[in-house]
């Protein structure tokens, strides 16, 4: 089973153009040495704030176990000395930091995931389910793809789920080749309307959410200079 790790950091405001610099500079060092380890770095802006996340594939458990970490990584790159001290200018000033690993959910009528070659934006949207409301959140989902292909409208979905770390969301992403492509799109009720008609897509819309307890869409920016991709 293909698995997704990220590695997500809320930085505090004043603290970010130093954290982004020194990530740079691991990133130059590691696309100078062709290194073999991989990842794509992503800034998101939405309620929580601004963060950083890095995003890199394994091919299951086994595989995870026998990956590097990136403490280790930088270590590697930089010696023990100057890695550590380098780790510990890093973590100044992030407030807050989560470790997922996540599996694509295709049979909900998504994608497959290309982390080799991610979007340069992404409108992603996290859903938590209430107890009861696994069944309807995730035809939501489904019924909302299903209707971006029905209208023809230039919307491609990944679909994730947590196996560690924050259980039982959802994360729907978006990608954006063109920032216009968001202007032009309908918002979520629209589409389903337009692709099933006004009582149907408002009842699919009405069920879906009321089967949610919390959503969150933010806006995630690649980033390639923090990067060392394929």
């Given amino acids: 089973m293909a698995l997704i790790s ?9 603290s970010v153009a ?35 996340s890095f995003i ?34 890093i973590g100044e000033g992030v407030v807050a930091e989560a470790s997922l690993l996540m599996r694509a959910r295709e049979d909900l009528g998504a994608g497959v995931l290309q982390l080799d070659a991610p979007p340069p934006l992404a409108l992603v949207t996290r859903l938590r389910p209430t107890p009861t ?4 959140c995730e035809d939501l ?24 770390g924050e259980l039982g969301t959802y994360t729907v992403a978006q990608g954006v080749s063109d920032p216009a492509q968001l202007d032009q799109q309908a918002d979520v009720p629209d589409l389903l309307i337009e692709a099933f008609g006004e009582a149907e897509g408002q ?7 009321a089967g949610i307890q919390e959503a969150q869409t933010e806006l995630s920016l690649l980033r390639e200079d923090l990067s060392n991709l394929p």
């Fill in 141 to 164: 989902i489904r019924k909302v793809i299903e209707a971006a292909a029905k209208v023809d409208e230039e919307r491609r979905y990944n679909v994730a789920v947590p196996v560690v």
């Fill in 56 to 89: 890199s594939s394994v091919e299951g458990f086994a595989a995870m176990a026998a990956e590097e970490a990136p403490d280790a990584m930088i270590r590697r790159l930089f010696g023990e000395a100057d890695g550590e001290a380098l780790l510990g200018a």
């Fill in 133 to 136: 409301g696994v069944a309807a």
């Fill in 203 to 209: 009842q699919i819309f009405t069920d879906g959410v």
């Fill in 6 to 14: 990220v590695l997500r950091q809320q930085v505090q405001g004043g």
């Fill in 18 to 52: 130093r954290h982004e610099r020194l990530v740079r500079f691991v990133a130059e060092r590691a696309r100078n040495d062709g290194d073999t380890a991989r990842w794509s770095t992503r800034i998101s802006n939405g309620s929580a704030g601004r963060s950083i």
